[in-house]
């Protein structure tokens, strides 16, 4: 009898330990808005957000690391995607197959393809991370107003993401697991919204 009770009290502890294992999770706040966003031009000379509506925007893909090869591509169609969910413009087009960056060379596209504004960047560090070291994603944008005879610089935003992997907790009955930096795909993702939700609080402030 006494034998049956130990291996019945050996297999609950067994189960106990087992049971006291657990994954941590890496939690994100909601995006919120650029780290560093500033004017280019005087209060007058920007739109009044109710154009807002009538505008067709050209995003254009950003810069790169040499290390991040195509991440630019990527970076411009989360902004654009942000910037469709918002509903704030008449269209907007994600230029991904422009190679020629300089900003004269995306102004005379603007004008052909009648673009009221153009969103250019710059994806300047990407990096993923592990189970033990953060990720993190930097970016910066310019938007401009294009017209037929004139060329207005609007907006400068530069956002950061850095995100921390959670590390495994070990306490006496208890060990949480744990879980890898989130990627940095999701940064971009992440950087993209912060773009988005500027122009949502220019059209209020506004």
Request: glycine share 6%; aromatic share 12%.
């Amino acid at each position: 009898m006494k034998f049956w009770i130990r291996i019945i009290l050996c297999l609950f502890v067994i189960g106990c330990y087992a049971g006291c294992t657990y994954q941590r999770h890496v939690t994100l706040r909601p995006a919120g808005l650029p780290e560093t966003y500033f004017p280019l031009s005087s209060n007058m000379q920007l739109p009044v957000h109710h154009f807002f509506h009538q505008y067709n925007v050209g995003v254009f893909t950003f810069s790169e690391p040499d290390y991040a090869k195509g991440m630019g591509q990527v970076a411009a169609q989360y902004v654009a995607q942000s910037l469709r969910s918002k509903g704030l413009f008449n269209r907007v087009t994600a230029e991904l197959e422009i190679t020629d960056l300089a900003e004269h060379h995306l102004i005379n596209i603007a004008r052909m393809k009648q673009y009221d504004l153009i969103i250019s960047g710059d994806l300047t560090y990407y990096f993923e991370g592990s189970e033990t070291m953060a990720s993190r994603v930097d970016e910066q944008a310019k938007i401009i107003l294009v017209s037929d005879t004139e060329i207005t610089p609007l907006w400068f935003a530069k956002t950061t993401e850095i995100c921390q992997p959670k590390q495994s907790k070990d306490l006496i009955f208890l060990f949480g697991k744990g879980a890898k930096a989130p990627s940095s795909m999701g940064l971009l993702q992440r950087n993209a919204e912060k773009i988005g939700n500027l122009f949502s609080k220019i059209a209020k402030k506004q």
